[in-house]
């Protein structure tokens, strides 16, 4: 069964390629190009994705634009699910979020666990602490960046944790 990501970007550059490399292979273990699509919904960012940035990443990547976009990613999301390929979908609302090695994979094992299946992946943050806390402690893109050249990203996706602080709405009695 195909899965269908769809990805909504506002205006993040510097942070897609990242998303996108990591949804990309061979960083995506135990799934191939057939498996899976990404739908990079541009949600009207003032400087357009580009297509080729798109191809970099492989046949089963493609971008649609939202020319006509309000600040909401609800109107992207939709329009993503409407041209998805794959009878189960995944959305990240955020494109500036890097996955996992195994998360298609994964995902793809537990959509077919139930013919209604819902699967979700925990939110994590790189630095040490949230988003909502780190600017003002003086987190930076520059500190972002060491960070990921501290543990050689993308060579082991995984190595991520190491440097990441679960989103607090993904925090319950399971993770804590």
């Known amino acids: 069964d195909l899965v269908s990501v769809v990805v909504v970007a506002y205006n993040i550059p510097r942070e897609l390629p990242r998303t996108l490399l990591s949804l990309a292979l061979p960083y995506q273990q135990g799934v191939t190009a057939d498996d899976y699509e990404v739908i990079v919904v541009d949600n009207g960012s003032p400087s357009a994705v580009s297509e080729s940035l798109?191809?970099?990443?492989?046949?089963?990547?493609?971008?649609?634009?939202?020319?006509?976009?309000?600040?909401?990613?609800?109107?992207?999301?939709?329009?993503?699910?409407?041209?998805?390929?794959?009878?189960?979908?995944?959305?990240?609302?955020?494109?500036?979020r890097m996955v996992t090695p195994g998360l298609v994979h994964f995902a793809r094992i537990g959509l077919g666990m139930a013919p209604t299946a819902v699967v979700a992946a925990p939110g994590w943050y790189l630095g040490s602490d949230v988003q909502a806390n780190a600017a003002g402690n003086g987190y930076t893109k520059a500190i972002e960046d060491l960070l990921l050249q501290s543990i050689r990203w993308p060579e082991d996706g995984y190595r991520l944790f190491e440097i990441g602080t679960m989103d607090e709405s993904s925090v319950d009695p399971w993770f804590s």
């Open 54 to 96: 798109i191809a970099e990443y492989g046949p089963n990547f493609r971008l649609l634009r939202m020319d006509d976009a309000s600040p909401s990613p609800a109107a992207a999301v939709n329009r993503g699910i409407m041209e998805a390929r794959g009878d189960k979908i995944g959305v990240m609302i955020d494109g500036a």
